[in-house]
Structures are given as C-alpha cells and as structure tokens.
C-alpha cells in the first residue's frame, strides 16, 4: 500500500495512491492537495462491461440545463427553482439507484465499491446526503460525445439547495469520478481559484450553466484521465473538462461532502 505526491508546475499537488486513505481525503477536503488518483479502481474489463450497459440503459437521457451532456440518473442541480423536478429527483432516487446496480448485476459498480470504502477508509463513516427531504440519489453515469465538454464551473450544494440548514454546514464537497471510457481530448481542467456568487454571474455566458472561457486565465492543472481510473478533486474551485475530439467519454460520478474531520461524511449526486 503506498501513497505519493507529485510536483507539478505552480506547485499543483496531485497524489497518487493504490487506495482511499483517511490522511488523503483531509488534505485534499483542507486544500493541501489538490487531486487524488487511483490508477486502474476498476479493470479495464468491469468499465467495459458497465459502460456498455449503461450506453444501452432505458433510463439514458440528457441533461435539462446541459443538452448536449448525457446522464443515466438525474442530478440534484437539474432542480434548481423546479418544484417538481425535485419532488420526481427523491421519489426517483432509490428506484433508480437499484435500476443502475441492477443494470451491471451481478458486477459490483464503481460507485457501489467507492461508497463502501469511503465507509471503510473515514473513521466516522459515509451515508448518503439527506437534506430533510429524502435520501438523495447516488451514481450519477455522464457521456461526453465527440464534440462536447463541460464549461468551466463550480459546484457547492448550498447554491443548488440555498434554504437548507445542512448543506450550508459543508465546509466543502469533493467530488468522485471513475472512467469507464475516455476517449480522445476530454482534458480535466482546474484553477486553483474559488469565485462568489457575484464573480460567478459577472462571468457566466449569457443562458448556461458554465463561464466564458476566454475572461479566465489558463488552468492551473490539466489531468488525462485514463481507463478504470478514480479521480478525486474538489468541485468548489473551477474546473471544466476539455471537448471530446474522437470516441465518447463515458463516467461515473458522486459528491462527497465533508464538514469536518470528526464528522462523517455524506455523498450524492
């Protein structure tokens, strides 16, 4: 079992490790890393496998805020201001969590192996996020196709759900993806550099979700990812995911909300 840290261009830390360590997530939750990578989390056969079924899932739809990103589930954002997309994302969370399970069955999926080792690896333990109103849906599936990306962004709970006691009380969210599928291009990208609300709209392209790339400076670190791989960052800084130039782009992704070290740890999609 090993862990260790590379030095990278404008002191980006990235470490790369064989699995989840209690140690790894602090420093990356404090800021003292910036990117977890666990080479080779599932084998190149298992994200085969997984990516061909959920290409084929009857549940395989298309983002509402991001048309030309695919999903297999819903995310928690998409509700934003819509009452009843919200009401339909918790009556449809458990149904569609079985769905995804019963999907790759009798495979254990990605993100049921990183639920239970976070479980294992955080002493006070992980449970899925509920804000009051339900448990959340967990394991979210996302297809880039050729030609696609993700805008630059942020993520933070307390955006998406603002009058909720308990997602103002993260003091940050992680967030995990593993790669079934890669592609070429579909470059990770992130700044080391957090926005407010206010800096975010005065950057945001008119209509979208995301911001307009050329008021930003470059990345501060551009990450490949590569198949079967695990790659942990923090949302809540700008990230963004570079076009898809050939082939598709295929993940499985949750949150995972800290709110301190003797606290357990939540996670949802």
């Known amino acids: 079992m090993s862990s260790n840290t590379l ?8 470490r790369v490790t064989d699995a989840l360590y209690e140690s790894d997530l602090v420093a990356l939750a404090e800021h003292t890393i910036d990117a977890i990578r666990i080479p080779r989390y599932s084998s190149a056969e298992l994200s085969q496998e997984c990516a061909e079924r959920l290409l084929q899932h009857p ?19 998409e509700t934003i201001f819509n009452p009843a997309l919200r009401a339909r994302y918790y009556s449809e969370a458990r149904h569609m969590m079985q769905a995804i399970r019963q999907a790759c069955a009798p495979l254990l999926t990605p993100v049921d192996r990183l639920r239970l080792e976070l479980q294992e690896a955080w002493p006070w333990g992980a ?3 509920h804000l009051g109103e339900g448990k959340m849906f967990v394991g979210l599936s996302r297809l880039f196709a050729e030609g696609s990306e993700a805008l630059p962004h942020d993520d933070h709970l307390w955006r998406d759900a603002p009058h909720s006691a308990l997602a103002h ?6 967030t995990g993806n593993v790669y079934l599928r890669v592609g070429e291009g579909g ?17 945001r392209l008119p209509g979208s979700y995301g911001l ?12 490949q990812p590569e198949v079967g791989e695990l790659i942990l960052f923090d949302p809540t800084y700008l990230h963004a995911v570079r076009p898809i130039t050939e ?15 003797q606290q ?6």
């Open 7 to 14: 030095t990278l261009p404008k002191a980006r830390r990235v």
């Open 59 to 77: 549940l395989f739809g298309f983002y509402a805020n991001a048309a030309n990103i695919g999903r297999v589930g819903m995310a928690y954002f």
């Open 127 to 129: 449970n899925i996020e």
């Open 169 to 174: 009380e993260l003091r940050t969210q992680l």
């Open 187 to 203: 470059e990770l990208e992130l700044w080391d550099q957090q926005l407010t609300a206010e800096e975010f709209e005065t950057l």
């Open 212 to 223: 307009d790339r050329a008021r930003l400076p470059e990345p501060d670190l551009t990450l």
């Open 247 to 261: 082939g598709v782009r295929i993940t499985v992704t949750f949150f995972i909300g800290y709110r301190g070290r």
């Open 264 to 269: 357990p740890l939540t996670y949802w999609s």
